[in-house]
């Protein structure tokens, strides 16, 4: 759904393949496409040995590689012996040792083709997309094997009319070249990894801009594209970006563009930093929910591309369960707590419920081929962090988030993280990382309450985690009485002084902090006060018709504790079950 830049940026390699003896500085990026039938790219770069070295591996590139020239003198390019269908090897004329400076040119000419599948580019005479440089679809060379910015710049050559954007690069300038022809000039001055690029035909495309908060341009196709979801995917990238600079700090970005990307691509969106990359699906049907996509793809902006991991096999922790943490922490800032306890819901049920075939793994192991990736990296990890925060503070966790974001490309890890957290307020992490990072699976909480005459009791049992579960009394009135009970692996009682005005219901963990099942002894009490009444019966009433969402979505509102009758929906059932329970 989606994939972040760093995610296909082949890091997964990193174990398997020693690092490259080259340190890369600089790279300046030529395109041409202004000639009809022909797409030309030449690359300058500016290596240093960091050890004796012959050759470097690159991405394979989306046009073909047509000549190599090392410090002038011509080079050769091949095939990596080892990774054929991914690398291309480039290679010396010579050895080079330590400290020296390698300039490296390689030009690369022909029809781009951007691969069968999982496509990430795409050329047509009107429109040269290029998002992220991943095998075979590469246009820019990036090191396969490790984290290595670069700065430099990127000049795009387009037919006069054409709108062309170069990732976050700042246009420096556009120069006219002839009556038709000009260049536009971008220079990356940041350390930066990965950017796309996209140049169009100016009268095939509509551009919308923000009216307020960051500053966030959309482009879309005129005749396709629903000006209406086009004008709400503005309006939140706008508006959460602010929230999200507050959360994280500021970017070296001045604005946000969002390219719309054709139909056959193989993600719903995908950014890379101030850019975010839109299926066109997303704005003509209704399959996709455009706010949470965004503030999830905007988030990304930090996540994953101005802050990377240091494993590979914790990349899609700090790219994909950040962002869907931080999207939702935005939204719920900017539209209150209920919509962010929706999403936190939604992703605890997705990843309880909806695993195929109950297939799980750990939330670190990273693995791409399982096939519960999604559900345990998207939907599980996100609440982790939720549960973090709820451990450590919010406030305390999240300075140390903002604090990690400097860590930059590379630079994260869930060590550092830990350890951070314990510098930061002496709490020690650990042994919640271990439960829900490092192991798979989620509590299943049973609940049994016995109501004395000025207090309540609340059993809970569950075998093996240590948990910090909030505890809401709700009174008659709908006045509520906030405790914290923190639970060790196996069964506890606590008792707690009943309200004053009488006691409704007793809410655990109300605004969902975390992937867990609450199980009430007698399952018809959902109001968790020992008995089963009206109250019990109207609160399945009011989720009545909720059902798990066959889509990644949030307005399901199912909730498993509704469901007396277990079936993945709130119905008649339940409200049976509940009205023969009742005395
Ligand atoms: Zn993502």
Redesign the pocket.
């Known amino acids: ?4 830049a760093s995610l296909t940026l082949g890091l997964g390699w990193a174990s398997t393949a020693r690092a490259q003896s080259v340190d890369f500085i600089r790279q300046e990026v030529f395109v041409d496409l202004a000639t009809p039938g022909m797409t030309t790219v030449d690359l300058e770069l500016e290596l240093v040995a960091t050890g004796s070295v012959t050759k470097f591996s690159t991405a394979n590139p989306a046009i073909p590689i047509t000549s190599v020239l090392v410090n002038g003198a011509p080079g050769t390019f091949a095939p990596h012996p080892t990774y054929p269908e991914y690398l291309t090897e480039i290679r010396f004329p010579g050895t080079f040792a330590a400290g020296d400076t390698i300039a490296v040119s390689i030009q690369m000419s022909g029809v781009p083709s951007c691969g069968a599948s999982a496509l990430s580019c795409s050329s047509t005479p009107d429109e040269t997309l290029f998002t992220f440089p991943s095998p075979g679809s590469a246009w820019y060379h990036v090191d396969p094997f490790k984290v290595d910015p670069f700065i430099g710049s990127v000049e795009l050559r387009v037919p006069v009319g054409y709108v062309a954007v170069a990732g976050h690069g700042k246009l420096r300038e556009i120069i006219t070249e002839s009556p038709e022809v000009e260049r536009h000039a971008f220079d990356f001055v940041a350390p930066t990894e990965v950017f796309g690029g996209y140049a169009a035909k100016g009268t095939n495309v509509a551009t919308m801009e923000s009216q307020g908060g960051f500053p966030t341009k959309a482009i879309y196709p005129l005749e396709e594209a629903k000006v209406e979801e086009v004008t709400r995917a503005v309006d939140v990238a706008s508006r959460v970006i602010p929230v999200l600079t507050e959360h994280y700090g500021p970017l070296a970005i001045e604005g946000a563009n969002l390219v719309t990307v054709p139909k056959n691509f193989a993600f719903g ?3 890379t930093l101030g850019v975010v990359y839109v299926n066109e699906v997303v704005f003509t049907t209704e399959t996709y929910l455009v706010e949470q996509g965004m503030a ?2 905007t ?2 902006f930090w996540w ?1 591309n101005t802050a990377t991991a240091e494993l590979a096999n914790e990349g899609p922790f700090f ?2 369960s950040m ?2 943490y931080s999207g939702w922490r935005a939204l719920g800032e900017l539209d209150g707590v209920a919509k962010r306890t929706a999403g936190m819901r939604m992703n605890a049920v997705w990843y309880m419920y909806r695993r195929p075939n109950d297939a799980d793994m750990d939330v670190l192991t990273g693995d791409q081929s399982n096939p519960a990736f999604v559900h345990v990296v ?1 939907h599980k990890g996100p609440l982790v962090l939720r549960t973090l925060e709820e451990y450590v503070g919010s406030e305390a966790f999240g300075a140390v988030l903002k604090d990690s974001i400097n860590l930059g490309l590379g630079g994260l890890s869930v060590d550092r993280l830990v350890e951070d957290v314990a510098a930061a307020t002496g709490i020690d992490i650990n042994p919640l990382v271990e439960e829900w990072l490092r192991a798979q699976g989620f509590p299943r909480i049973a609940v049994t309450a016995r109501v004395g005459d000025e207090s309540i009791e609340l059993s809970f049992d569950q075998p093996s985690y240590t948990l910090r579960v909030p505890v809401d009394l709700v009174d008659v009135r709908g006045g509520r009485t906030q405790h914290i009970v923190d639970l060790e692996p196996g069964a506890s009682t606590v008792s707690l002084p009943l309200p004053a005005a009488g006691l409704a219901a007793v809410e655990i963990d109300p605004l969902w902090t975390m992937v867990r099942e609450i199980a009430s002894e007698r399952a018809e009490d959902v109001t968790l006060d020992g008995v089963v009444d009206g109250a019990d019966l109207i609160e399945v009433a009011l989720r009545h018709g909720t059902s798990l969402p066959s889509k990644r979505r949030v307005d399901g509102s199912y909730d498993p504790l509704f469901d007396v009758e277990p079936d993945r929906k709130v119905d008649d059932a339940d409200l049976a079950r509940v009205i023969s329970a009742a005395p």
């Open positions: 759904m989606f994939t972040a969106a995908m950014s999830h793809e988030s990304h994953g790219g994909e962002a869907e998207y």
